[in-house]
């Protein structure tokens, strides 16, 4: 017989979980290339309220009834990505972005609105661009180009050279963010995965529909790598988000009725 106390099985959890988030026309279709990076821990809290009936005298609890459940998630997450920015900030899940890079091959001076660079490929009219010195990371000029001609980029009047320019100086796209412009909620799809020592099978959470749930916050210092809070929260998609071909969560139309929020697949037993 085994002792008082003895564990029952052997699921226990410990390692590194897995947070994938992406649009929710991927909702349980995430893979890999949807993780937000390294985690310290991802915690997933299922809140339920109750209200009890007393009765009686003196008044005992007769009966409780469920009102309310809600679900989050919170991730310690490590990488100050672009992806990870845009949907701690309310912009939700940004498409991938090109990395476009090239030099000057003119000089220019400070207040000068031209910049001629070894090749324009891949920028446009509108584009934020930064030039640098590429040893000097701190000489740095955040532009906007106002129109373009061959290799020869015209900054919008707003935003002229304030730093002269020298031949080889690094100018490159900024796949950049609004900080401030957010009008409407963004939503997206969440998975949560981690492996199960005892059978080695993955098991996890997968969730229809989320929005972000709490700040934005960065911080960074001389002695530590920095990490950062992303919590998410839960919801239950509407019937005309699923219900017509089209809708963004059709392809998930069999299972969200039995299961609203989400799901748990396990690793067996």
């Known amino acids: 017989m085994a002792k008082l106390g003895s564990p029952i099985s052997k699921k226990f959890s410990i390692g590194t979980a897995e947070l994938r988030i992406g649009p929710l026309s991927s909702a349980n279709k995430l893979l890999q290339a949807n993780s937000i990076g390294l985690v310290d821990n991802v915690t ?33 997450l490590r990488e100050y990505s672009r992806k990870n920015f845009s949907i701690m900030l309310g912009l939700g899940v940004p498409s991938v972005a090109t990395d476009v890079a090239t030099t000057a091959s003119a000089t220019g001076s400070a207040g000068g609105t031209s910049l001629t660079v070894t090749s324009a490929t891949g920028l446009a009219e509108g584009d934020v661009i930064v030039v640098y010195k590429a040893t000097q990371p701190e000489l740095v000029q955040v532009l906007k180009c106002g129109s373009l001609a061959s290799n020869v980029i015209t900054l919008d009047a707003d935003t002229p050279l304030v730093l002269d320019v020298a031949v080889g100086d690094v100018v490159y796209k900024a796949n950049q963010l609004a900080v401030g412009n957010v009008q409407t909620t963004s939503y997206f799809s969440v998975t949560i995965l981690q492996q199960e020592r005892d059978t080695g099978r993955p098991i996890g959470f997968t969730f229809w529909k989320a929005a972000i749930g709490g700040n934005m916050s960065w911080a960074t210092n001389s002695t530590d790598f920095a990490s950062t809070e992303m919590t998410l929260k839960i919801l239950q998609p509407a019937e005309e988000e699923y219900d017509a071909s089209g809708d963004s969560l059709y392809h998930m139309r069999d299972l969200i009725p039995t299961h609203p929020m989400g799901l748990f697949f396990g690793g067996g037993g």
């Open 44 to 76: 997933l809290e299922v809140a339920q309220e109750s209200v009890d009936l007393l009765g009686g005298f003196p008044r005992v609890p007769v009966d409780s009834a469920l009102v309310s459940q809600t679900a989050s998630v919170t991730a310690t």
